[in-house]
Each structure stands twice: as C-alpha cells, then as structure tokens.
C-alpha cells in the first residue's frame, strides 16, 4: 500500500479551458501557489478483486470516470492487471470549491503510481495528475508553480516557476475567506467547457492569461508581492467574464463575493496591499504581506465579523507518508 499527501494551489494565472478533452491539454499555461493548509491524503493499494473500489472521508463512493481514467494509466504503465482499493481523506472545508480535485489528483498520481511500482519522475507525476484534473499537475510541487499548456501529452506538464524553490521564506500570504461551504452546481470541467463553447471573450482570455505567465513569473522573481495581486486579480477577473460572457451567462460570484472584493478595494485606498483571486466558487482568496495579515483581517471583521478565514503559506509539493 501506498499513501500520499499533496496539497492544494490557488491559481495567480488560471487555467479555463481545455483545446484538447481527452487529453487534458488546456488553451493557456497557468501559474499557480501551493498553499499549505489544504491538503488530501490518499492511499492505494492493488488487490486481486473485480472491480475497483472508492472510499472518501470513510464512506464508499462511486468510482468517478477520472479516478478510473488515471488508475487505467497505472494499470497501462505499469502492466499491472488488478483492482484499485482507494481511500482518500479531504483535509479542506467540505466540498467548499477550495480546489479539491488538484490535491485529489495529485495525491491519487503518487499513491496509485508508488503502489504499482512504478517510480515516476515529478514531470512524469505531473503528466498523470493532469489527466484526473489539470489543476492538479500543479499540485505535485510546492511553491510556485508554471503549468505550460504544451503541444501534446509529453509536452503538457508543471514545474516550478523559478529555481530550487518551495519558496518557504517569500513574503506573501493567502487568506482564504469561506462565505459559503455549499457545493458548487457548475463543476470547474463542466463550467469551462461552457466558456469554451459559448462566449463570445474565449479567444480573447487565452491570448491575455498566456501573456500575462511571462508578467506573473518576473513579479514573484522580484517578490514584489502588490504587483502579484494586482496581476492575479486582473486575471481572476478576466476568467469569471468568460462565464458571465457565456451563453446562457452563469456566475460562481455570491453576494458576498462582490462585497469582499469592494471591501479588498477599499483596504488598498487605505494604503495596505490586498487583492482578490476566486476559482470555480464564490470563496475569495485574498493575496496579501505577510506582515498585513492581522491587519487585514481586523478590517474585514470589522464589517463583516461572521467570516472564517484561514490563513494560508506556501505550501509543500506532494510526498509519500509513512503509516
Ligand atoms: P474543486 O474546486 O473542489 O476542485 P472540481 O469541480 O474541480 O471542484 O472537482 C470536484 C470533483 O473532484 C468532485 O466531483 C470529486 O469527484 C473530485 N474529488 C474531490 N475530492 C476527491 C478525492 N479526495 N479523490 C478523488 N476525487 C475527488
Ligand atoms: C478555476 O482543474 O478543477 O480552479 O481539469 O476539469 O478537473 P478539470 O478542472 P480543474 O479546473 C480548475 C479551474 C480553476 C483555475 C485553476 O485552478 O487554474
Ligand atoms: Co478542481
């Protein structure tokens, strides 16, 4: 049996949108942070029964057509010919669109691999991860991460954005605010597909998220910490127009959402760095000093002093636990 831990990233340059489904080839790189509060460990072990079998947080799941497409991949590389026994456990508030499946799929990458004796590289780890959820071939590193969109399958794969870095000692925060644990009703696959096929802003948002990589990758080289909010806001913002741009239009945006980011704007006029990044829900993730964070807190609470924030570092690559 194998277990392995990995942990989630908040994308400062998004992936929405895949050119190629099958294979899991986005339109743009991406650039990420892995954060090191949020994580999921799961383990594998291959067992002589029918069929494979999914256990999450404790309760049997439904084997999801991602989970068996990477297992598949074990399988094929591996020559191995036998069934899956999987249990995950999510480390991240309840299905709350905190980036599930990129720790999900990177740990399932690891585990499932570790156990069928192969022992893959971190590129070739990323490659596998990428094809059970493309963020999750960022999640196999730590620290800042570059997903470049690539031409092909071997060409398609993370690393990290700058030199021998988990980036332990960088200057940044990210606090995630939770305004809502629901689960989403687009799924992130489900909703870019729709951006994809329907708005009118697609090719636009491909061209601008694949030139703002080069943008992104000098300001954390600089640890100039305001200019990479300022840069993932414009590029968080630009990702949620391809879904209000769709056809029919949909948001993840809640009521909450825009009054944190209001609040965000209004903590920058006052002179504090403090911008926002959402994904595929309407939690905000705000991007600040290390130095501001009790500050910026105690001025969101202030107004609204029901929100939970959870204060988040830079975070590890995935790695093997022992039992
Ligand atoms: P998120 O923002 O949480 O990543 P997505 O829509 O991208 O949301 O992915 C959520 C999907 O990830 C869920 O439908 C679930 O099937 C899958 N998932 C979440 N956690 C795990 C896990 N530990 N192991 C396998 N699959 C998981
Ligand atoms: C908004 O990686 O969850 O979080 O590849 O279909 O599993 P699938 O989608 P997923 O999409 C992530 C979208 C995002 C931006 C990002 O993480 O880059
Ligand atoms: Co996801």
Redesign the pocket.
């Known amino acids: 049996m194998s277990r392995a831990r990995a942990y ?1 990233n908040i994308a400062l340059v998004k992936y929405w949108g895949k050119r190629d489904p099958q294979q899991m080839l986005p339109f743009n790189s991406s650039l990420s942070l892995t954060l090191d509060q949020f994580y ?1 460990e ?1 383990s594998v072990t291959f067992v002589d029964d029918v069929a494979d079998q ?1 256990y ?1 947080d404790g309760e049997v799941q439904p084997v ?1 057509a ?2 068996t497409h990477v297992i598949d991949l074990v399988r094929a590389q591996s020559g191995l010919q036998k069934a899956a026994l ?1 249990r ?3 480390h ?1 508030p309840n ?11 990177a ?2 990458a690891l585990a499932a691999s570790t156990a069928a004796g192969l022992k893959l590289s971190r590129r070739e780890l990323s490659i596998l991860a990428r094809h ?2 493309g ?1 999750a071939s960022r999640s196999i590193y730590g620290g800042f991460v570059v997903w470049h969109a690539g031409q092909d399958d071997q060409s398609s794969f993370a690393e990290p954005a700058i030199a021998n870095t988990e980036q332990v000692d960088f200057p940044i925060a990210i606090l995630a605010v939770l305004v809502d644990q629901s689960q ?1 009703k687009v ?3 489900a909703g870019m597909a729709a951006s994809v096929a329907t708005s009118p802003f697609y090719p636009v948002w491909a061209r601008t998220a694949e030139a703002a990589i080069p943008k992104m990758t000098a300001a954390i080289a600089a640890k100039a910490v305001d200019k990479i909010g300022a840069l993932a806001e414009t590029n968080a913002m630009q990702m949620h127009a391809t879904t209000l741009s769709a056809d029919p239009p949909f948001t993840y945006f809640e009521p909450e959402t825009l009054q944190i980011w209001e609040k965000a704007r209004e903590i920058r006029r006052k002179g504090l760095n403090c911008y926002v990044t959402l ?3 309407p939690n905000p993730k705000l991007i600040c000093q290390l130095q501001d964070v009790e500050k910026i807190i105690h001025e969101f609470q202030k107004e609204f002093p029901n929100l939970t924030f959870t204060s988040c570092r830079p975070g590890p690559g995935a790695y093997l636990v022992n039992e």
């Open positions: 989630t999921t799961t999914f999450l999801s991602k989970i999987i995950s456990d999510n991240v299905a709350a669109g905190l980036a599930s499946s990129a720790s999900a799929f740990a399932l059970g959820s963020s989403k799924s992130s696959s994904d595929a829900g």
